[in-house]
């Protein structure tokens, strides 16, 4: 299995990024999908997530309203929409798949993208 994080970058603040995880090597649709997020010196924490089909969608509320998690089940990839970053957005953003439904707990997941670095300057 293979979850292969991209988009990340360096940012104003206010302005948008949009992270992609391009999954393979298992059955994509059958999978609860979230994106996680690590700064330096902080515990690693559930950001967004999206279920199988309906799609039902999580969000920490540190990001509602600001933040849009989809799926193309079609192209295996799950994305992060982020608008109106904030400094402190910054962190190393994880893609991780779950079998079972969306938790909190980052220990539960099953399987994990390498992360990639968003950076919002202000």
């Known amino acids: 299995v293979q979850l292969q994080a991209s988009g990340g970058g360096l940012v104003q603040a206010g302005g948008s990024l949009r992270l992609s995880c391009a999954a393979s090597g298992l059955t994509f649709s059958s999978y609860v999908m979230g994106w996680f997020r690590q700064a330096p010196g902080k515990e690693r924490e559930l950001v967004a997530a999206?279920?199988?089909?309906?799609?039902?969608?999580y969000y920490a509320d540190s990001v509602k309203g600001r933040f849009t998690i989809s799926r193309d089940n079609a192209k295996n990839t799950v994305y992060l929409q982020m608008n109106s970053l904030k400094p402190e957005d910054t962190a190393v953003y994880y893609c991780?798949?779950?079998?079972?439904?969306?938790?909190?707990?980052?220990?539960?997941?099953?399987?994990w993208g390498q992360g990639t670095q968003v950076t919002v300057s202000s």
């Open positions: 991780a798949a779950d079998r079972d439904y969306i938790q909190t707990d980052h220990r539960k997941y099953d399987y």
């Open positions: 999206i279920t199988r089909y309906p799609f039902n969608t």
